[in-house]
Each structure stands twice: as C-alpha cells, then as structure tokens.
T-cell receptor, first 117, second 110 residues
Framework: DAGVIQSPRHEVTEMGQEVTLRCKPISGHDYLFWYRQTMMRGLELLIYFNNNVPIDDSGMPEDRFSAKMPNASFSTLKIQPSEPRDSAVYFC???????????????FGQGTRLTVV | DQQVKQNSPSLSVQEGRISILNCDYTNSMFDYFLWYKKYPAEGPTFLISISSIKDKNEDGRFTVFLNKSAKHLSLHIVPSQPGDSAVYFCAAVYGNKLVFGAGTILRVKS
C-alpha cells in the first residue's frame, strides 16, 4: 500500500476562496483523522471518522470548515470562505483502530501546506 | 485547552549524549501514550508507545517513561545521533481520540 495520500501538497489561495483538501486513507483502515499543524498549537485534531461516519467534529474551528467521507477510500476537508488565519499544514491520518493496548498507531499523509493570502 | 503539553519548544544536544524530551498531560482518562517523529515536509511517523499500566518501554535507543501520579512522560534517546534531529510529538489516547502536544524540535549537533 502506498500509505495515506493527500492532495494537493501545496495550495495557495486568495482570501474568500473555497479550498478543498483531499485524502485517500490506507485500504482497510476504519478510522480517518484530519489534523491541522500550527506553530502555536502543534497538531490539532479537527475531526475523525469511523467507518465513514463522522464521530467527533468538536475540533473544527468554525462553520467555514466541513469534512466529508463519501466512501472508505476518500475524504475531503473544505474551507469556505478561506481566511489568512487558516494558513497551516493539514494532515490526514488513518488507522485500523485507536484504542489502548491494541495496535494503536495512526499513519499520516505528507500533509497539505495551505497558504491563504 | 491543551490537554497534552510539551513545554520545551526546542532542545539542542551533542551527538552521543542523551536527549530527554518531556510531556505533561492533564486528562487522567488518557490510557495510552505515543511518541511521533516528524521530519520537514513529511508526515509524523510513529516512534514508540506505552500503556498506562506500565512505567517504562524500551526500543533500541529509545525509551519512554511514564509517571502517572505526576501525569508526566518522557522520551529518552541514547545515544543521540544527527539523524534524530526532527520534531517530536507526544500523543495520548482517550477512547478513540489521539490528542497531540505542540511538539519539541530536537537538534543533535555533530
């Protein structure tokens, strides 16, 4: 398996525009996570899915952010409208299971560096 | 509200010496802890983990210590190598959530 694949690797957009980030998890993984990395807060969990169903979106900063997982092999994170403070690296990760004592490891994609000007 | 805290933004260590990276947490419900390593332009990769029922886990040059009463864990790297230079993230598991700290930049000087 090629691992978690994210696209695009880099995105530069103007304030107010819609941005869509894409993720293909590792085949067979039941969990998919979206994280945002900033200097101040490190890796923030935005939302996670289990079997394509959103379980916890309490980390999504505002209504401008939305995420979908239409099937087991694809997820999107959308920002509409985008703002300069959304500039960050966005990571997608997938896992078989996240539970103590079991194979608790999430595999990350290479990230999408978003710059909103 | 940062439930997992890495209070040292950066650490510089001489090659061959010990690197100690620290992490504190506030949620006593966390029952599993992990360390991830991240190189520039790459995603974080899993390094080592520890269950809350243990106080130590060792894997080669890497050892993680857990002090539950203090809600503190640390990662020891001995001996440190220049290739260990990266950002290290501490993470904790509660239920199905993996919560990360802000990260510590480790620089190993040769």
């Amino acid at each position: 398996d090629a691992g978690v694949i994210q696209s695009p690797r880099h995105e530069v957009t103007e304030m107010g525009q819609e941005v869509t980030l894409r993720c293909k998890p590792i085949s067979g993984h039941d969990y998919l996570f979206w994280y945002r990395q900033t200097m101040m807060r490190g890796l923030e969990l935005l939302i996670y899915f289990n079997n394509n169903v959103p379980i916890d979106d309490s980390g999504m900063p505002e209504d401008r952010f939305s995420a979908k997982m239409p099937n087991a092999s694809f997820s999107t994170l959308k920002i509409q409208p985008s703002e300069p403070r959304d500039s960050a690296v966005y990571f997608c990760a997938s896992s078989l299971v996240i539970r103590a004592g079991i194979d608790t490891e999430a595999f990350f994609g290479q990230g999408t560096r978003l710059t909103v000007v | 509200d940062q439930q997992v805290k890495q209070n040292s933004p950066s650490l510089s260590v001489q090659e061959g010496r010990i690197s100690i990276l620290n992490c504190d947490y506030t949620n006593s419900m966390f029952d599993y802890f992990l360390w991830y390593k991240k190189y520039p332009a790459e995603g974080p990769t899993f390094l080592i983990s520890i269950s809350s029922i243990k106080d130590k886990n060792e894997d080669g040059r890497f050892t993680v210590f857990l002090n539950k009463s203090a809600k503190h864990l640390s990662l020891h790297i001995v001996p440190s190598q220049p290739g260990d230079s990266a950002v290290y993230f501490c993470a904790a598991v509660y239920g199905n959530k993996l919560v990360f700290g802000a990260g510590t930049i480790l620089r190993v000087k040769s």
